[in-house]
Nanobody, 121 residues
């Protein structure tokens, strides 16, 4: 059973930065994608950003990223990072990472438990 563990959340002030990490318990296949989502209280879950685990990784950013968020990965550590800059109160949410074994699939096979990000004004 593949497990995803997020870390790096916390309470910060508007304008600060945070880097979230998603550790996958075993090396993802090269057809996989690891994506970040977030869900704020009372709101639907939304796609933040994601990348394929192929050798030439393809990154994809959703609307919430607004050129403030950057993805990276450490292949040897099976880890995907989400660097978030110039945080705003509306970025407050639980951030989840998810893995799908085929990047083109609609559904995700595994989800993490989430990490809380709270941005104060």
């Amino acid at each position: 059973q593949v497990q995803l563990v997020e870390s790096g959340g916390g309470l910060v002030q508007a304008g600060d930065s945070l880097t979230l990490a998603c550790v996958v318990s075993e090396p993802p296949s090269t057809t996989s994608a690891v994506d970040w989502f977030r869900q704020a209280p009372g709101k639907a879950r939304e796609f933040v950003a994601g990348l394929t685990w192929s050798q030439n990784s393809v990154e994809n950013y959703g609307d919430p990223s607004q050129e403030r968020f950057t993805l990276s990965r450490n292949i040897s550590k099976n880890t995907v990072y989400l660097q978030m800059n110039r945080l705003k109160p509306e970025d407050t949410a639980v951030y989840y990472c998810a893995l799908k074994t085929f990047w083109y699939a609609r559904d995700y096979n595994y989800w993490g438990q989430g990490t809380q990000v709270t941005v104060s004004a």
